[in-house]
């Protein structure tokens, strides 16, 4: 059975960073594209930065471009989202998420696997 589990999130100030990891088991996920969604109370879930399988490309919501930085490890078949110069408006669960497919897209339905969140709350 294929899990992701995240860890990591927690209350910080603004302008502070924390780092999101998470770990997958059941299946290897090395050439297939991984990535960080987050949904805030009221809003619809959205993409925040995905790693692709092959080549390792990453891409970034425009709000957060310059300031998070999505990284994996392959040997440990984990993908790791550091969070620099937080802003409350960061606030969200966020969720890992794994695609059979090895590039990046930022729709919901191109994943197929699904963490079950860790809440990120940025204090102003």
């Known amino acids: 059975q294929v899990q992701l589990v995240e860890s990591g999130g927690g209350l910080v100030q603004a302008g502070g960073s924390l780092r999101l990891s998470c770990a997958a088991s059941?299946?290897?996920?090395?050439?297939?594209?991984m990535g960080w969604f987050r949904q805030a109370p009221g809003k619809e879930r959205e993409f925040v930065a995905g790693?692709?399988?092959?080549?390792?490309?990453?891409e970034y919501v425009d709000s957060v471009r310059g300031r998070f930085t999505i990284s994996r490890d392959n040997a440990k078949n984990t993908v790791y989202l550091q969070m620099n110069s937080l802003k409350p408006e960061d606030t969200a669960v966020y969720y890992c998420?794994?695609?059979?497919?090895?590039?990046?897209?930022?729709?919901?339905?191109?994943?197929?696997?699904w963490g079950q969140g860790t809440q990120v709350t940025v204090s102003s």
């Open positions: 059941g299946r290897t996920f090395s050439g297939h594209a």
């Open positions: 998420t794994a695609s059979q497919f090895a590039f990046v897209r930022e729709t919901r339905s191109w994943y197929d696997y």
């Open positions: 790693i692709s399988g092959s080549t390792g490309n990453t």
